[in-house]
């Protein structure tokens, strides 16, 4: 039997009020590829590169309108010979269901010939440019003829190598400008994303590669290709963490200007700002806030002691379609039961992976210590309820974090001189009552912040989650996703922070309300977590390097795909 088979094309539904017209540079996208068309037009998902700031740049220099472009009718009866040129002219046409800017639109002779300006060298192609940069022009060329002018062809400017092509507007390109439009908006209408395009030389220099992930999706829905590095930037805008009590923080032009009585004054660029973090009483004017939301920069608040209070960002990410499949999910009891066993099995293959990396004691304790995690892994798996589950990863915790403490090397006798050493026997909180879980419960805050940041930077919902029952002011789901991550980022933060001597016991302060960092300790202890995030690890289901601060990303992204149903289960982070 054979496995092709039949395409039956369907129309798309006819356009009507309620039916947003469909930029003719969107078409353009959706020819080249509907994928990356589909997550820009209905997911609202955009990546600034270098390419596209360029093409910003070029298309500022005639996005400048002047004068109108007259009246069909005057223009066929006007006989002057200079030629008119209108800038940044936009048409719309509910037949088409497509709108455009058109760059240029030149007038001469009772014809109007539409101009695109594009980036880049003139292509050496038979036609003079790609298909979908004609498709586009060509769709410049059917809103002017609907409006009444008179066009015979159509031209691309191409700023690298000054060179303009002509387009010839033949019937063939007029029907597949026509044919692209329908496939678009049928392509919308059925609200399925097309699949990633297959081991193509388009996708490493495509803006939206580190959303779309075409290698890893189809990594993961069985391809043999191993997947290509991620084509993304450094990480050379990072979080901003303000902890002075008596920091103030304003704007000054494109800086924010942090004003503190102890340390002076101090001005960092908006660009080199990921997100900003404020403990305890740190002030920030309006327009510093209002610069922020301009520029997507979240702000997140802690307590004095770094617990996580709440995040503000400006108007959000607009992919409905995520929070729609990740709600829906949410009412789902069975495949919350299904999510939450996976989790839990992975954060407790985590918790292994510490032990056996960092163990110190007797070879026999660890054995036994490992060997009772692996079979809570194996009941997480087999779970029935999510009180099960409760308990079996309760049980886990139990055995985790008794054995902590021989994770944790004693200070020598030159660093202990009269200061206790860190004493560690049980995992307490709210609040902690010995160093070792202040930061332990500091870690935590600062994970669940950034895993916040990296869910709502998706379009998902970090209140709403599967396994984390929801209640007002918790980010159920953010919750959730870092259970795996406890292990590998915050516990190791804490091991090293110890075991190396950057945060030793006189960085505390005992008090009735539990243990607390000083300023100076947390700041080190701040510093020490940022500098994890910022490690290269080897991605154990992809084989490439990455930092820890974009796993968390790449995670978020990997369970969008998941939610919207390209992806059979949601891929858990487990180094070996």
């Known amino acids: 039997m054979s496995d092709s088979q039949l395409e039956l094309h369907l129309p798309a539904p006819p356009a009507n009020g309620e039916t947003p017209l469909i930029p003719a540079r969107m078409v353009n996208e959706f020819v080249y590829c509907p994928r990356l068309a589909y997550l820009m037009w209905t997911q609202g998902e955009w990546a600034e590169t270098g ?29 002057a010979p200079d030629k008119i040129v209108s800038r940044s002219l936009t048409l719309s046409s509910t037949a088409l269901g497509v709108i455009a800017k058109l760059d240029v639109a030149e007038a001469e002779d009772g014809v109007v010939t539409p101009v695109d300006y594009k980036r880049g060298r003139r292509p050496h192609v038979a036609q003079g440019a790609y ?21 015979e062809d159509g031209a ?61 999706v189809r990594s993961l829905t069985g391809s043999p290709l191993a997947p290509r590095p991620i084509a993304a930037p450094p990480d050379e805008a990072l979080p901003l963490v303000v902890q002075s009590q008596s920091a103030r923080i304003g704007k000054d032009g ?3 200007k942090i004003t503190d009585e102890e340390r002076g004054e101090t001005q960092v660029r908006l660009i ?12 920030i004017t309006t327009p510093a806030l209002a610069a922020l939301f301009e520029r997507e920069i979240p702000i997140t608040f802690h307590s004095h002691g770094g617990w996580f209070r709440g995040v503000a960002h400006g108007v959000g990410h607009r ?33 292994r992976t510490i032990l056996r990396r960092n163990w110190r004691g007797s070879p026999e304790e660890r054995q036994a210590a490992l060997d009772r995690l692996a079979a809570a892994r194996r009941s997480a798996d087999g779970a029935t309820t999510p009180a099960e589950l409760l308990g079996i990863e309760g049980d886990a915790a139990s055995v985790y974090f008794r054995a902590f403490a021989g994770l944790l090397k004693a200070p020598d006798d030159k660093q202990a001189g009269d200061l206790a050493p860190f004493r560690f026997e049980a995992r307490n909180r709210r609040p902690p009552t010995d160093p070792v879980n202040a930061m332990l419960s500091l870690a935590y805050a600062m994970l669940t912040r950034h895993l916040t940041i990296a869910l709502a930077s998706v379009g998902l919902d970090s209140y709403r989650g599967f396994y984390h ?58 510093e020490a977590f940022e500098r994890r995030l910022s490690q290269e690890t080897t991605h154990p289901v992809f084989g490439y390097q990455v930092s820890m601060r974009r796993m968390l990303l790449v995670q978020a992204r990997l369970l969008s795909r998941f939610l919207l149903g390209e992806l059979p289960s949601y891929p858990h982070y487990l180094p070996r």
Do not use: W
């Open 51 to 79: 390419d596209t700031a360029e093409g910003h740049r070029v298309h500022a220099r005639v996005d400048k309108p002047n004068a109108p472009l007259p009246a069909p009718r005057t223009l066929e009866a006007d006989a």
């Open 319 to 351: 992919n409905v379609e995520v929070r729609t499949a990740q709600y829906r999910m949410s009412f789902d009891e069975a495949a919350c039961l299904r999510f939450a066993r996976e989790l839990v099995a992975a954060k407790i293959a985590n918790q």
């Open 469 to 526: 029952a929801p209640r007002y002011g918790r980010p159920a789901l953010a919750l959730d996703i870092m259970e795996p991550f406890r292990p590998i980022i915050a516990d190791s933060v804490v091991l090293s922070a110890v075991n190396t001597g950057e945060v030793v016991p006189n960085d505390f302060v005992a008090a009735a309300t539990g243990a607390a960092l000083t300023q100076a300790g947390r700041r080190r202890f701040v």
């Open 156 to 216: 691309i400017y191409y700023a690298e190598s000054r060179e303009r092509v002509r387009i010839e507007l033949d019937e063939k390109l007029r029907a597949a400008a026509r044919k692209a439009v329908s496939d678009l908006r049928l392509t919308v209408s059925q609200s399925r994303i097309p699949p990633p395009l297959k081991d193509s030389p388009k996708c490493p220099r495509c803006a939206l590669v580190t959303v779309c992930l075409p290698d890893e």
């Open 272 to 283: 080199d700002i990921s997100d900003v973090a404020l403990f305890g009483n740190v002030s």
């Open 131 to 151: 298909e979908p940069e004609r498709i586009q022009i060509c769709l410049q060329a059917l809103l002017l003829e609907e409006h009444g002018y008179r066009v």
């Open 254 to 256: 494109d800086t924010l």
